[in-house]
């Protein structure tokens, strides 16, 4: 019962951090952000880096969440689910970081 509580919580952090990224409020927690030095992250466009930001919170949330569940519910199926979503995170964040760097160039 307790690890379903944590899983709970972080499912819920990830999502709060998911809605001020998409809100483009607070810390950018992307690499493209945390890596660039002082004049390029004033000269950066930011909101592409938080769309995918958030979106990537969002899934990160959405796969804490399924997890909660299945710890709750011993169902055993659930987990096929949550590698899919962890597949859909990666292939995301991998593909929508070459896009954003192509359209820079």
Known sequence: ???TVILFIVSMVAFVLSFFSFKEKGFLFNNAYIYASKKERNSMDKKPHYRQSAIVFFLISIIFLLSA???LLD???IYY???AVIAVTIIY???SSILIE???K
């Open 93 to 95: 964040a991998i593909v």
């Open 75 to 77: 169902s055993g199926w």
């Open 1 to 3: 019962m307790k690890e």
């Open 102 to 104: 192509t359209k820079k």
């Open 69 to 71: 569940i299945e710890v």
């Open 81 to 83: 689910i949550v590698s």
